[in-house]
């Protein structure tokens, strides 16, 4: 499906978002929406707002992990796979953030101050790569809600954090006032209560080697570096089977009445290392504990393996397995399970590794790491993500995949996608849009063929070149090559020209993925698709992440085009895919008539799903020559969610000499009570030898306004032959509210230096990057070596 359509996550954002994820593509807030919308405790239906937070009596003393009753929405999956996840509860003996009349960025300062605190205590460097994922994290989210006044701010606040931390680490001033509570879960003797003595440092829980042990669901806290933790001890569920489905489920009943009064932080799943790969029987009790809790549960856990430094079992070859394959496969095995409970194969539970055992020395586990530590780390950065969202009020965002939430398209991205959307028409439009004739290259053929010929030397006699020798040689293949695309393009576009109309040849399409059930013993027996002279195209489609693998294909994608007379032409892009949850489609039919002596007229209707949703969206354009002018205008009307959206727009675009094209255009789009205006400036020079050579200069500005806000923006792109096989490529751009992007390209496959420039210049970003002075005007820089 082409890019500039709208795709199915229509952004809900405000313009200032909109220019920030021009920018920023890897956002807290563009977490996909969630599929496992089902509130962890249903039926409970409190604001997410803080200014509307019911807050409930004092809590008891021993559960002084959690006093306020908050909706549990599922947190997102996180877009990198690691234990970052945005959790969903609040914690009581932390300062409301809601309540906090601070200005948010006020309030992140002090978060941030808070987590380099906690993490100097135990230890941590800010190097740690979820460390680091934290504070990037904060440092976007941050960005995303910043008033332009405080940009600047943002920006050096990563500094000036780290040194008060320090100092108040140094001065024990003022107190840390830090704490989370955690819920743990799992089956009887799998060392839930174990794991919390481990972590607390003292035997508070009762454990038992021979029977279940906890009774009851209870409140266990203690003080570990400072920081307080709360957790809630519960019960172990029994090994699943019909017998014991009715106390397995009053166990989770009692726990979920615990927890709707005094919300954790964060959940603990616990199984044992040393036996799960001995045939996985519990999943009964994984679907056991979505059924009650709802599938959000998954979104706010970590799956804890006890017993994780027992002898190891012998791989199914009869040869003993490393260490680090044995934990890889035991949380896959787990993960496994978890998408088949919760019907989702995107989640990526993070998992903690723990070895309670007293002779686990200092906590290390065989491979060398310090399980408690890296056990605390998880856990902050969970509570210290969820309350950045509190803070910067993100839930809205959050809550995009819950049914009842209103959802708003972007109308500057609305606008932006229609004003570079162009209905296609068949034949003849490359050549004009490459404004080439084929008298233009005619010039060059001749040129070629009066050439002399040329004697092409040997590696050897090569060798025996003087150096400009050399240069000379290599510069007159160059140009001769040059000459020679050229001419190979005239014959394809006279080609083109000849064939119009005749059936195309058939064509052997790319092999397809096929599932990974299909595994045929002989490799010659492949799923094939060949393309005939037959109108429409159908191929199956593969998602390599579905988890209905015996079918495989879940989709199928569908192209077909006519020619129903010499003007007149049609095509129907679509892909549907389907599976037990959701069905999609992304579909467009287009018609394009070519009035022989007057405009082309064009018309397409897009039907796509947005989650349950769908976009209609009808355009219609109409574009002719005027002059040296290529004029188009165009309307789109786009229905969601039973509002509808309508825009209109003019394009005008022309030549100055051959080499030189000017595009100017503008458009309005309103919808919802909305209005937003916007239009671009783009002037593109081209090389002498494009498009055979890619050498061009396009500067662009576009202006969009909605409401008061405005923003003018401007963008470099230059691509450039610097030499004999050494290419740059340039990419800058920059808006009013002074948030740009830089690129830089260079690859070669002569020139040793550029290289090197390039690894400097990595190694320098890398560098920066592990200081965290990340400057919003140069966010990516990039390098490719040929
Ligand atoms: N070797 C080893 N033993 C462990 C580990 N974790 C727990 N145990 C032992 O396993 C037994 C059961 O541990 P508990 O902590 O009582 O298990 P639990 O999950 O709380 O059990 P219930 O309270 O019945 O739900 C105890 O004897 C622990 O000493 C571990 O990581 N390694
Ligand atoms: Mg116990």
New binding site residues.
Partial sequence: MRNNRIQSEITMMSIKDWVLSQLVSNSLASARPLSGSDSFFEGEQFSIHGSTQTTTTSPPPEAAAADVSQPLIPAQETPHPSPLRQATFESSNQPRVHQNKLNPLENIEKLQIKFLRVLHRLSHSTNDLMVAKVLYRIHLATLIRTQEPDLKKVNLSSDKAKSIALQQETSGQPELDFSFSILVL??????????I?SILNEAK?????F????DRVHDISGVVNGIKISFI????LLPPSPNTIGRNRKILQKIKKRCRKYPPDMVLY?ERLDVINTGYSDFPLLKLVTEVFGSGIWFNTMLVM?????PLPEGSSGYPVTYESYLTQCTNLLQHYIHQAVSDSKLDTPVLF????PN?KDKILPNGQNWKSQFLLSCLCTKILSDVNKILDFHDRMELGIPGTPRIPSLPHLLSSFLKHHISTPNGDEIKNLNLSLSDLEEDEQEYDSLPPIRILTKTQFKKLTNSQKNDYLDELDYRETLYLKKQLKEELQKEKKDEGDPPEPVVLPDMAVPPSFDPSNPLHRYRCLVNSDRWLTRPVLDPHGWDHDVGFDGINLEGQTQVNENLHTSVTGQFSKDKREFNVQSACCAAYVDPCGPTYGGEVDVQSSGNEMVYTVHGNMKGNLGRNLAECGVSVMSFAGNYYAGVKVEDGFWVGKRVKFVVNGGRMGGGGRVVNGGSLEAVVRGRDYPVRNDKVSLMVTVLSMGKDVVVGGNLEAEFRVGRGTNLSLNGSLNNRNMGQLCVKASSSERLEIGLIAVVSIFRVVLRRMGFNGSDKDMSQSSDIR
């Fill in positions: 799992g089956k009887t003797g799998v060392g839930k209560s174990s794991t003595n829980a009762q454990t038992n080697a029977r279940p042990s906890t001890d519960t019960p172990g616990f006890t017993h994780s430094s027992s723990v070895e309670n055992h686990c």
